[in-house]
């Protein structure tokens, strides 16, 4: 799920490169931001049940 929501932020750097109002290191800055997130989705312990 986080992965899903990182998608939007790197379409809209990919824009912003592309129409020239940003620079590439945009694009550094937002995968490594993905990246992160996917760090900490897989490191965190996943229960979603109750506690017992």
Excluded: E, Q
Excluded at 21 to 47: D, K, R
């Amino acid at each position: 799920m986080m992965i899903i929501c990182g998608i939007p932020m790197l379409v809209i750097a990919g824009l912003l490169v592309l129409t020239g109002v940003a620079g590439s290191g945009i694009i550094v800055t937002a995968l490594l931001c993905t990246a992160m997130m996917a760090a900490m989705m897989f490191a965190m312990p996943g229960g979603h049940g109750g506690h017992k």
